[in-house]
Nanobody, 117 residues
Framework: VQLVESGGGLVQPGGSLTLSCAAS????????MSWVRQAPGKELEWVSG????????AYADSVKGRFTISSDSAKKTVYLQMNSLRLEDTAVYYC???????????WGQGTQVTVSS
C-alpha cells in the first residue's frame, strides 16, 4: 500500500496550492480518503474527507469555503485545492485512507505547506 503526496510548497497569504495523493495497493473505491494536517507544535487536525465510492465530502470549519477535496477513481488520486491560504494553514499535510470493516488505516509521508509573506 502506498499513498504519495505532492504539491506542497511555499505560498504567500491569500495564495493557492493543490495537493495530490496518489494511491496504490488497495481498492481505492471502498475507502474513505482524508487530508489531515499537523502544524508545528500542535496535534493532528482532520481537514477534509471524501467517500471514494459516492463522492460525498466533508470539511473542517477552519477550511470550509476555502478548500475543496476531490477524487479521481480512475487515477486513484485525491486532490485538495487550497485557496485563500492563511498563515495558520502552515502544516505538514498527510493523506489518509481508511475503512471500518475490516479496519484499515493507511498514511502517506506528508507534504509541507508553508504560508508566509
Amino acid at each position: 500500500v502506498q499513498l504519495v503526496e505532492s504539491g506542497g510548497g511555499l505560498v504567500q497569504p491569500g495564495g493557492s496550492l493543490t495537493l495530490s495523493c496518489a494511491a496504490s495497493g488497495f481498492t481505492f473505491s471502498i475507502y474513505g480518503m482524508s487530508w489531515v494536517r499537523q502544524a508545528p507544535g500542535k496535534e493532528l487536525e482532520w481537514v477534509s474527507g471524501v467517500n471514494s465510492g459516492n463522492g460525498r465530502t466533508a470539511y473542517a470549519d477552519s477550511v470550509k469555503g476555502r478548500f475543496t477535496i476531490s477524487s479521481d477513481s480512475a487515477k486513484k488520486t485525491v486532490y485538495l485545492q487550497m485557496n485563500s491560504l492563511r498563515l495558520e494553514d502552515t502544516a505538514v499535510y498527510y493523506c489518509n485512507a481508511h475503512r471500518v470493516l475490516p479496519p484499515r488505516d493507511y498514511w502517506g509521508q506528508g507534504t509541507q505547506v508553508t504560508v508566509s509573506s
